[in-house]
């Protein structure tokens, strides 16, 4: 069984560009939540994707944007970086039935100079 | 007020020590509930769902009292590769809708040798 896996590990960016992280679900799962853990946080939800379709937002601006592909992996988009975007981002695959649990992958640390 | 409470720590036991953590959370409406496990710069693990009927995995023991909103997490014998930041976590979503967590800020525990 394959599990989830994120790109890249790591990323230094700088305020005000873009950027890209990625997400591969784990085999048999059609749901991918994205979180953001600050340093000395727990992981904050950024949003679910569901059948291509965004299913729930946390309480994040525009600029966070994302993705899911026919195959279920998916794409977090962060515009206009600002230094508080600084931080581990935790993407998660699950089935959406029932109360299943959430298993996440590596993350990818986000550093913004 | 955060919608999932925890004592941060640290706590800091010998080893064979047993240890309690405590978590509450507000929200009457969360449906299922979770210990994860979440080491140094490392993605949080699923470690135990936690159940009304109480449930035990080996050495960890959970307890769910939906009444007063209280989850519990205790583990007996501590080994020295216990030592992590342990996560209370409550899922708000059930079937169709978001199957969202929110997460605990996480208690730091140390065995000491």
């Known amino acids: 069984e394959t599990g989830v896996t994120q790109s890249p590990t790591h990323l230094i960016k700088t305020r005000g560009q873009q950027v890209t992280l990625r997400c591969s679900s784990q085999?048999?799962?059609?749901?991918v939540s994205w979180y953001q853990q600050a340093l000395g946080q727990g992981p904050q939800f950024i949003f679910q994707?569901?059948?291509?379709?965004?299913?729930g937002r946390g309480n994040f601006p525009p600029r966070f944007s994302g993705l899911q592909f026919p195959n279920y992996s998916s794409e977090l988009n962060v515009n206009a970086l600002e230094l508080d975007d600084s931080a581990l981002y935790l993407c998660?695959?699950?089935?959406?039935?029932?109360?299943?649990?959430?298993?996440f992958g590596d993350g990818t640390r986000l550093s913004i100079l | 007020r955060k919608e999932v409470e925890q004592d941060p720590g640290p706590f800091n036991v010998p080893e064979g020590a047993t240890v309690a953590f405590n978590c509450t959370y507000s929200?009457?409406?969360?449906?299922?509930f979770f210990w994860y496990r979440q080491d140094c710069r490392k993605e949080p693990k699923l470690l135990m769902s936690?159940?009304?009927s109480g449930n035990e995995d080996g050495r960890f023991t959970a307890q769910l009292n939906r009444a007063s909103q209280y989850i519990s997490l205790l583990i007996r014998d501590s080994k020295l590769s216990d030592s992590a930041t342990y996560l209370c976590?409550?899922?708000?979503?059930?079937?169709?809708?978001?199957?969202?967590?929110?997460f605990g800020t996480g208690t730091l525990l140390a065995v000491q040798p």
């Open positions: 936690v159940y009304s």
């Open positions: 994707y569901y059948r291509e379709e965004e299913n």
């Open positions: 085999s048999g799962h059609n749901t």
């Open positions: 976590v409550v899922n708000r979503g059930y079937g169709g809708a978001t199957n969202k967590l929110i």
């Open positions: 998660a695959s699950s089935l959406l039935t029932g109360n299943q649990p959430q298993h």
């Open positions: 929200n009457s409406a969360s449906q299922s």
